[in-house]
């Protein structure tokens, strides 16, 4: 099992004066990230659809070893039935992200933070997400963003439907930390632009020990888990992504916690 760590993206135009080197081509951009870093969330992807072309171009322009994760579609999350959103989950899934083959990490389906919890419609939800796609197996993680989501029922929910809740570290938005899924989805949301890396020495620190510990199947400690009774598990995937917070120093934070975790993936 492999720890990623990643950011959001990879086009913002601070970037052009801080990570990328000096007049590199924008349209390299992605070649050079991928070098630096071991995963990247692809956010666009929530806002329109992309073709098989372009998904395969992205697969191209990365090494072996790299993963990307797919922000699913606004169609799906936004809904006010999410039972309902078979058809958009099918769209979404069907336009070619599959094309990314092996280097296809994590569906991510975030929800509104006005959306609360409604155990029998998430139920539905849950049960809508395909296990695979022209081949191609698929995971899925839940970004719940309401306190309302910090209940037993849907970290029972999402443990029996498989599919993983992301923990956020956030200043807007509760934390979930139970594991509920045979991988880890971290997001770290809350770099500072005053600090060079966006996360203190000390902070990165435990993040990395947090890291070990979900990869090696353990409860990394003092995370405010729902239901204390989190199972003991085999050695799972990891991804963590710094994103949102000073988004200038996400790349910073990303490369600072690979170097603590002794460097890229083979």
């Known amino acids: ?15 052009r004066n801080s ?4 007049k590199w081509p924008h349209k390299r951009e992605l070649e050079y990230a991928s070098r630096q870093l071991s995963a990247i969330e692809i956010n666009g992807t929530y806002y ?12 191209d322009t990365v090494p072996d070893n790299f993963v990307f994760a797919v922000k699913a579609s606004r169609y799906c999350t936004t809904r ?9 989950i099918e769209r979404f899934v069907g336009q070619g992200l599959t094309e990314l083959g092996p280097k296809l990490g994590p569906i991510l389906w975030q929800f509104m933070p006005t959306r609360r ?35 037993p029922e849907f970290i029972a929910i999402a443990r029996a439907a498989g599919v993983a809740l992301v923990y956020a570290d956030s200043a807007d938005y509760p934390a979930i930390p139970d594991v509920t899924g045979p991988f880890v989805y971290a997001r770290l949301e809350q770099a500072v632009e005053e600090v060079p890396t966006g996360y203190t020495d000390d902070q990165l620190h435990r993040w990395a020990i947090a890291a070990r510990d ?19 598990a085999a050695e799972r995937d990891t991804f ?26 083979a």
Request: no cysteine; net charge neutral.
């Open 240 to 265: 963590v992504f710094f994103i949102n917070g000073a988004k200038v120093r996400a790349p910073h934070g990303a490369m600072a916690l690979i170097d603590r975790l002794g460097g890229l993936p």
């Open 117 to 151: 919890f409604d155990p029998d419609d998430m139920r539905a939800f849950m049960a809508l997400l395909p296990t695979s796609h022209a081949g191609v197996p698929l995971r899925h993680a839940v970004h719940a963003r309401h306190d309302s989501f910090r209940d």
């Open 1 to 15: 099992m492999t720890i990623r760590i990643g950011i959001g993206g990879w086009t913002f135009e601070p970037w």
């Open 80 to 88: 006010k039935v999410l039972a309902e959103a078979g058809e958009s």
């Open 19 to 22: 990570f990328y080197p000096e």
């Open 214 to 232: 979900w990869q090696a199947g353990r409860a990394p400690a003092d995370l405010p888990y729902v239901t204390p009774d989190a199972p003991v």
């Open 48 to 59: 329109s659809s992309f073709k098989p072309a372009s998904w395969a171009t992205w697969r």
